[in-house]
């Protein structure tokens, strides 16, 4: 595998969650994880031996530390986390189960990356060394000064050669500040070679509708050229507890798809995305000509995130690869 230096940008938060499937109004406590679609990616990345750094801005208090230690203790580089803001934004979580699905409540407003603003993050020092760029459609949903922090990094990346990608990644509860997604992504999408995202987010973003997903791949290609790759999970909800699961990458010239998952038994399918994308991401930067296999292994990771608490995946190389090559059955490792 040739070296690479990724780079994340977004947000960490506080996820506070009922224990087991308790609703809110049943919980006297809440179990504490922290994680974000950027910073989970980067997560996944350092699990599987990648070096990683994670690019944000945290509050200079107690809580904000505590993120930082997260992010540390999982042996990813935080020497470019600048520090300012009111307080760690945070979500809320309550996670479903059979019929009844999870909910999540957002708590972000004037937190630390919400308020970031250009000029903040040493962009220079920040990509010093690194190879492949990646952020979300999360960060430029959260203020305008946000957004145009992200179009900045963008910007700076691209004027360096860094690979980019973006996970599309639409949350409707995020846009409050004035602008729609419409005006804000397309030209932050522009600098981007690889991007995921599915019909929704191609509808809601860019007013892409298609028959199918090559048919919406070939569209995004041809509205983003940069864009050498379209990939995108595919998720039947049968129930809270029971999904199944693949994923779809175009190539610009051939749609491959990945075998289907049946997830029988979910524990915690918060941050299934963000582990597809950091399983895309290894798989792409390991087997850089070969499309289909780094598909594989995307969709496998992202099966095994399903079994663990938490946003983070903590599944290991040799784990995701088992379970691409066939071996599904859980057996105890003696």
Same mark, same amino acid.
């Given at each position: ?40 990616? #980067? /997560? ?17 208090? %107690?809580?904000?530390? !505590? ?20 307080? *760690? ?32 993050? %040493?962009?220079?020092?920040?990509? %010093? ?19 145009? =922090? !992200?179009?900045?990094? !963008?910007?700076? #990346? ?6 980019i990608s973006v996970d599309l ?9 004035? @602008? ?11 600098? !981007? ?32 050229? @940069? #864009? ?11 129930? #809270? ?18 075998? /289907? ?6 524990? %915690? ?6 582990s597809f994308m950091g399983g895309?991401?290894?798989? *792409? ?6 499309? =289909? ?11 095994? @995130? ?7 995946? *903590? ?20």
């Amino acid at each position: 595998m040739p070296h690479a230096r990724v780079a994340t940008f977004g947000e960490i938060m506080l996820r506070l969650s009922p224990p087991g499937h308790q609703r809110f109004r049943q919980a006297h406590d809440f179990r504490v994880e922290y994680g974000g679609g950027e910073s989970n990616v #980067a /997560v996944s990345l350092a699990n599987f031996g990648l070096d990683v750094r994670f690019v944000t801005r945290l509050p200079a208090n %107690d809580i904000g530390d !505590c993120a930082l230690y997260a992010l540390r203790g999982a042996g990813i580089d935080t020497s470019h986390v600048v520090r300012g803001g009111k307080r *760690l934004g945070i979500y809320f979580l309550e996670k479903g189960a059979v019929q009844r699905g999870s909910k999540v409540v957002y708590d972000r407003e004037d937190s630390g990356m919400a308020t970031l603003r250009p000029g903040q993050i %040493d962009w220079d020092r920040a990509f %010093d060394g690194v190879t492949w760029f990646h952020w979300t459609g999360i960060t430029p949903a959260l203020s305008q000064s946000a957004a145009d =922090a !992200c179009r900045e990094a !963008c910007r700076e #990346a691209s004027a360096r050669g860094i690979t980019i990608s973006v996970d599309l990644n639409h949350r409707e509860k995020l846009w409050q500040y004035g @602008k729609s997604p419409r005006e804000v992504m397309p030209e932050l999408i522009e600098y !981007c070679d690889l991007i995921v995202g599915g019909a929704r987010e191609a509808a809601s973003y860019f007013d892409i509708q298609g028959e199918d997903f090559a048919d919406v791949a070939r569209q995004l290609q041809q509205r983003f050229p @940069k #864009a050498r790759r379209i990939a995108t999970t595919l998720r039947e909800t049968l129930s #809270a507890s029971h999904n199944t699961y693949s994923g779809l990458l175009w190539d610009g010239e051939e749609l491959h798809a990945a075998p /289907v998952y049946q997830l029988t038994h979910i524990v %915690d399918r918060v941050g299934g995305g963000d582990s597809f994308m950091g399983g895309l991401i290894y798989g *792409l930067i390991t087997w850089p000509e070969e499309p =289909a296999t780094a598909l594989r292994f995307a969709t496998a990771a992202s099966a095994l @995130k399903h079994t663990i608490i938490g946003d983070v995946n *903590l599944v290991t190389v040799e784990e995701v690869v088992n379970l691409m090559e066939g071996d599904a059955s859980g057996r105890v490792s003696r």
